[in-house]
């Protein structure tokens, strides 16, 4: 268990490298093991969603190794196990994209459902329907989905509710289904587009993707690939409302902006300039190219305006936005709605109350009247993004903030103290056997450097099978009860 303590106070200025897509880096890591042969993902980031995603994998048989930081090897030679492994599955949602994976491949998959979260009820029904669209027979048994086809069959399937999710899964087991497949109403977010441009370079037939029609024409089997995973919207989103809510300047590498449209325009009503920079060489989505995006807000500009926001699937407001930017409106002068469609993930507002935030949750609409000053206070990370929204408030409070509950924000967040370090921010980790509860951060100097890559493990201590050299490849016991 490890704590962040926060000294708030501090505008963040300076540099900020934005990791590869999480969201995106999952759904590709079972899409590459569709294919038998080695395939190389690069700008995989290195957070503990990935590291859960590689043990699952491994169990059913897939080869899965770090060669160097950030690029992922995949091999799917040989996948063999039907069914994937009880407690990770039922801890981290996007898991469950084995599924699709399995029944491509093997006719057959046994994986448990994943279970309810802090975002509330989070059913697999759209994704189960796809499968029976399909062909497939499926049956829930003691815990686990059962499903079987010997070959799946293209079919016309009408993704309820866009979800994210269900295109994912259904896309890649049409991807070897017989026939041709047309998901309507399928979701648009980056990560589609992302996974469809993977299994196109591995041999796929699939248009439309980034469109709410995809069409994809089974074929019979794929080839290994090559692909470089788009920078993090979420996490460059969460970085530009930290430069907002420090009122500082940081200019982040590594930005697709087109994938922020929404985002930005919201924060640009709100007084904060967000603008692409000279010298960034191309945009982020480009195989090695780097968008740099500058983030500030106008010196003489004492609070950010307050604003109305309604979350929506792609290329509306992404609802993985929405807690960073209740904190950064906690601060806004003046009151600002925020209606949440998409989950119930209001829950942390209570911790942010804690620290001084005024604000009323009325079902799914959050109203906000900004105050002059938020104050540190112990607070409690509930999900992976609550907890962003607590380190935003943190680093904006008056003294120290003690966030518990970090493993949830390590989840999605890839060298989260490091990164804030670097540009001034007065951070520290503390795990319990430092003794925590009784540290605080000296404001002057910098806290003990970590480095920016992950701690390499002992060459006692490597996975004989895997070779991976990296501290969490080994499993999945990091994974933490409510995944996203
Ligand atoms: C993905 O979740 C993301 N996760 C979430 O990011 C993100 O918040 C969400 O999409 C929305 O953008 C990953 O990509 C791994 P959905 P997903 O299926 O696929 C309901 C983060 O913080 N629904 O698009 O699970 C569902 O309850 C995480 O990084 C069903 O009812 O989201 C929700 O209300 C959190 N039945 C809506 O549809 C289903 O079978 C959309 O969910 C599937 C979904």
Redesign the pocket.
């Known amino acids: 268990m490890s704590k962040l303590v926060i000294r708030g106070g501090v505008p963040l200025r300076g540099e900020v490298p934005i990791s590869g897509a999480?969201?995106s880096a999952?759904?590709l890591m079972v899409a590459a093991a569709l294919a038998k042969g080695e395939t190389v993902l690069r700008n995989v980031p290195h957070d503990r969603d990935v590291s859960t995603m590689a043990g699952i994998l491994r169990d059913l048989g897939v080869r899965v190794y770090f060669s160097e930081p950030h690029v992922l090897h995949v091999d799917g030679t040989d996948l063999k196990s039907d069914t994937a492994p009880y407690e990770p599955v039922r801890q981290m949602?996007?898991s469950f994209y084995v599924a699709g994976l399995l029944l491509a491949r093997l006719g057959r998959a046994k994986v448990p459902l994943p279970g309810g979260c802090q975002?509330?009820?989070?059913?697999?029904?759209?994704?189960l329907r796809g499968f029976e669209a399909l062909g497939a027979k499926v049956n829930i048994e003691y815990g686990y989905m059962q499903a079987e086809a010997p070959r799946l069959a293209g079919a016309t399937y009408f993704v309820?509710?866009?979800?994210?999710?269900?295109t994912?899964n259904v896309l890649m087991a049409a991807t070897l289904a017989e026939g041709t497949t047309v998901l309507e109403n399928a979701?648009k977010?980056p990560?589609i587009v992302d996974l469809a441009v993977l299994l196109n370079s591995m041999g796929a037939r699939i248009r439309g993707a980034g469109t709410d029609v995809i069409r994809i024409d089974g074929v019979k089997e794929l080839h290994p690939g090559e692909h470089w995973v788009i920078p993090d919207r979420?996490e460059a989103g969460t970085y530009m409302m930290a430069a907002g809510i420090t009122g500082g300047d940081l200019t982040l590498r590594n930005v697709e902006l087109n994938h922020l449209r929404t985002p930005v325009v919201k924060l640009a009503e709100m007084g904060l300039h967000v603008e692409p920079q000279e010298g960034g060489g191309g945009t982020g989505s480009e195989a090695g190219a780097t968008g740099l995006v500058r983030v500030w807000t106008d010196p003489g500009a004492k609070r950010l305006r307050a604003i109305d926001v309604e979350t929506a699937?792609y290329p509306g407001f992404?609802?993985?936005l929405q807690p960073p930017l209740v904190a950064l409106l906690s601060l806004a002068n003046g009151t600002s709605v925020v209606r949440e469609t998409?989950?119930d993930r209001f829950r942390f507002v209570d911790e942010l109350r804690r620290m001084g935030a005024d604000i009323r949750v009325e079902r799914d609409t959050a109203i906000i009247r900004g105050v002059a000053k938020l104050t540190g206070a112990p607070v409690e990370a509930m999900?992976?993004?609550a907890g962003a929204a607590l380190v935003l408030a943190a680093l904006a409070a008056e003294g120290q903030t003690e966030i518990s509950g970090v493993e949830l924000i390590d989840r999605?967040y890839e060298d989260l103290e490091t990164k804030l370090r670097h540009v001034g921010a007065q951070v520290l980790r503390i795990t319990e056997k430092n003794g925590y509860g009784n540290r605080t951060i000296d404001p002057s100097p910098a806290v003990d450097p970590v480095p920016l890559l992950p701690a390499r493990k002992s060459t006692a201590n490597k996975g004989a099978d895997h070779g991976d050299g990296y501290e969490n490849e080994g499993g999945y016991q990091h994974a933490e009860p409510g995944g996203?």
């Open positions: 999480k969201n999952l759904a949602r996007a975002l509330g009820s989070r059913p697999v029904d759209f994704h309820n509710r866009a979800s994210v999710g269900a994912v979701a977010e990560e979420i699937p992404p609802t993985d998409i989950f999900d992976l993004r999605g996203q």
